[in-house]
Every structure is written in C-alpha cells, then in structure tokens.
C-alpha cells in the first residue's frame, strides 16, 4: 500500500528561544507538530525541525514562548514546504523558504 504524506521542514535560527510549530488541517484541526514548546536556539547540528502528516491540504502555525506576538499562519498548502523561524523573543519572523 503506497501513503500518501506531505513534509514540512522548519530550520531553526533563534536565538535563545523556545518554540512550537504545528499543522493544522482545512478544518483547524491539529494534525501533527509540537504540542509543547522546545529549544529553537540555531545550533548547527539540531538546526532543522521535520513534521510528516497525511496528504491533505494544510496550514502551518508557530509561536514563540514568552512573546507579545501572535501566532503566524502560512498556507494553506497542497505540497512539501519549507520555513525559517529566526530572531529573538521580542522580534521574530516565521518565513517560507525554498526547499
């Protein structure tokens, strides 16, 4: 049996900050992604968050702990995607990428 699942990969370029990022479906269902936030500080050999969930159409959300800003959206998307989570608490950026 050939699954069907879309990748979104995530490099990690914070400084010393904790994160979360998650996919939700059409239905803002979470799908797959962190429940929990964890380290996001750029080290060069963790630098890289892979999030696998079935083939459907889906949004990715992140939100950075002890930050005033909201949560960002991207998507939705039909494909694997690629993102940059950068900066610090107070000022970060949640960017698409090319993979």
């Given at each position: 049996?050939?699954?069907?699942?879309?990748?979104?990969?995530?490099?990690?370029e914070?400084?010393?900050?904790?994160?979360?990022?998650?996919?939700?479906?059409?239905?803002?269902h979470?799908?797959?992604?962190?429940?929990?936030?964890?380290?996001?500080?750029?080290?060069?050999?963790?630098?890289?968050?892979?999030?696998?969930?079935?083939?459907?159409?889906?949004?990715?959300?992140?939100?950075?702990?002890?930050?005033?800003?909201?949560?960002?959206?991207?998507?939705?998307?039909?494909?694997?995607?690629?993102?940059?989570i950068?900066?610090?608490?107070?000022k970060?950026?949640?960017?698409q990428?090319?993979?």
């Amino acid at each position: 049996m050939d699954v069907k699942a879309f990748m979104v990969a995530t490099d990690l370029e914070m400084t010393l900050c904790r994160c979360r990022i998650w996919i939700e479906d059409s239905n803002g269902h979470r799908i797959a992604g962190d429940k929990k936030y964890h380290d996001c500080t750029n080290y060069f050999y963790t630098g890289h968050e892979f999030i696998y969930f079935p083939n459907q159409t889906y949004t990715v959300y992140a939100k950075v702990a002890g930050s005033f800003k909201k949560k960002k959206a991207r998507g939705p998307f039909n494909e694997n995607t690629c993102f940059s989570i950068h900066g610090t608490v107070n000022k970060w950026g949640f960017d698409q990428k090319s993979c």
